[in-house]
């Protein structure tokens, strides 16, 4: 079984800061593409950013420049920098996660964390 904990959701002004956390834990013998993604109440999900293990980033075209998403492969653990937040990235922010079983890469699934609230409000 495979884990994804969030964390660094809170609640910041306009204009702040926030940074999100998630770490991979359980049986992977390998991380794929980890990404982040982000809901709010009657929308469907929507992609933030993905980066591969080599480190190619894919943003949403209306986040680049604020949102930069990195990884540490030896930590199994994507984060999400976020700047000049504005009220309307409030949503609850969701990490994403291939991860491979065994060395033949034939074998694999993708895993969601739970979510993390981030709330931009003055």
């Known amino acids: 079984q495979v884990q994804l904990v969030e964390s660094g959701g809170g609640l910041v002004q306009p204009g702040g800061s926030l940074r999100l956390s998630c770490a991979a834990s359980?049986?992977?013998?390998?991380?794929?593409?980890m990404g982040w993604y982000r809901q709010v109440p009657g929308k469907e999900r929507e992609l933030v950013a993905t980066i591969t293990k080599g480190g190619i980033t894919n943003y949403k075209d209306s986040l680049k420049g604020r949102f930069t998403i990195s990884r540490d492969n030896a930590k199994n653990t994507v984060y999400l920098q976020m700047n000049s937040l504005k009220p309307e990235d409030t949503a609850v922010y969701y990490c994403?996660?291939?991860?491979?079983?065994?060395?033949?890469?034939?074998?694999?699934?993708?895993?969601w964390g739970q979510g993390t609230q981030v709330t931009v409000s003055s």
């Open positions: 994403n996660a291939r991860a491979y079983f065994d060395s033949t890469y034939s074998r694999f699934l993708d895993y």
């Open positions: 359980g049986s992977i013998f390998s991380l794929g593409t």
